[in-house]
């Protein structure tokens, strides 16, 4: 089974601070996705991959920037965070470019921002 | 602009009723897919079912069933006997094929509460 896995869980931060969220997927998939979900609002596009330094705005990247160093990897960098960013940041990739590909879901990182 | 609407914000059932989610969708291009996926307390969202827009077969798997009507823009998820590990947030997506880089569009979920 294709695994995505989000190295935090829970995190709490301080205005201000630098954050990173880190996301790993094990089966070399090309895609990786950040999503943001906030209640009402169902999930949000950050920014994607479609291969290794390669980068795509989604619809809210404001705020946010993205690295992928390595095909497995895809971290979520937040300079500055603020408390508008506390939510739950959710991790996703697919195999493919191209196509109405499955995304397969990290288990999420819920970030609270004070 | 594509949009998926799922206008039950949450519902509430008590183990053994059926219940069905409502999807409705936006769009004016005639290729593109539908998902459901579930999201249970753990956190990680699961795919369910993908349904392309030449396929209006409804399609059944167990306890779960997905009705697809392009006449009403819609793609409704009945899970029949609902138990207590069906307690889930449900989102349905969409995904256009005709342009670059296909993004998957959300909708906002609905909650989906089975009591015992």
């Known amino acids: 089974d294709v695994k995505v896995t989000q190295s935090s869980r829970y995190l709490v931060k301080r205005t201000g601070e630098k954050v990173f969220l880190e996301c790993v997927q094990d089966m070399d998939h090309e895609n990786m996705f950040w999503y943001r979900q906030d209640p009402g609002l169902g999930l949000r596009l950050i920014y994607f991959s479609y291969d290794v330094k390669m980068k795509e705005k989604g619809d809210i990247p404001e705020g946010y920037s993205v690295s992928r160093e390595k095909k497995e990897r895809f971290s979520l960098i937040l300079e500055s965070a603020s408390t508008n960013q506390t939510s739950m940041y959710l991790c996703?990739?697919?195999?493919?470019?191209?196509?109405?590909?499955?995304?397969?879901f990290g288990a999420g990182s819920r970030l609270t921002v004070l | 602009a594509q949009k998926v609407t799922q206008a039950q914000t949450e519902i509430s059932v008590v183990e053994k009723e059926d219940v069905t989610l409502d999807c409705v969708y936006e769009t004016r291009d005639t290729t593109y897919y539908l998902f459901w996926y579930k999201q249970p307390p753990s956190g990680e969202l699961v795919f369910l079912i993908r349904?392309?827009?030449?396929?209006?077969q409804n399609e059944i798997s167990g306890r779960y069933s997905w009705n697809f009507q392009k006449s009403t823009s819609s793609f409704n998820f009945t899970i029949t006997a609902s138990q207590v590990v069906d307690s889930a947030v449900y989102f349905c997506?969409?995904?256009?094929?005709?342009?670059?880089?296909?993004?998957?569009?959300f909708g906002t979920g609905t909650r989906l509460l089975v009591s015992p």
């Open positions: 996703a990739s697919s195999l493919r470019p191209s196509g109405a590909n499955v995304l397969t």
């Open positions: 997506a969409l995904i256009l094929m005709n342009t670059g880089f296909q993004k998957l569009v």
């Open positions: 349904r392309n827009s030449f396929d209006e």
